[in-house]
């Protein structure tokens, strides 16, 4: 026991009636700038993580330079 197509056709023709057409469509377009909003935020996470990947695979394959208290340091001027 499904809902019938003729079901669904009354349904939305009430939700037409209730809301009207322009009001409908306002909430469509709403709801895609919502989605496509959530998607891009994903794809920047997702591409943020690999940015920081690629950065911390760099990091250990270059050889570390010795820091300004690890350079030995010129006996000669002190």
């Known amino acids: 026991m499904g809902i019938s197509i003729w079901q669904l056709l ?3 023709g ?12 306002n909430i469509g377009s709403d709801l ?15 591409k943020k993580d690999e940015n920081q990947d690629a ?4 990091a ?7 820091s300004a208290e690890e350079k030995p340091r010129d006996k000669s001027h002190s």
């Open 60 to 66: 250990d394959a270059r050889p570390h330079e010795a």
């Open 10 to 12: 009354i349904v939305l």
């Open 32 to 46: 895609g700038g919502a989605i496509r909003g959530f998607k891009k935020s994903m794809n920047d996470e997702d």
């Open 14 to 25: 009430i939700v037409i009636l209730l809301f009207g057409t322009k009001k409908l469509r």
């Open 55 to 58: 950065i911390e695979e760099n």
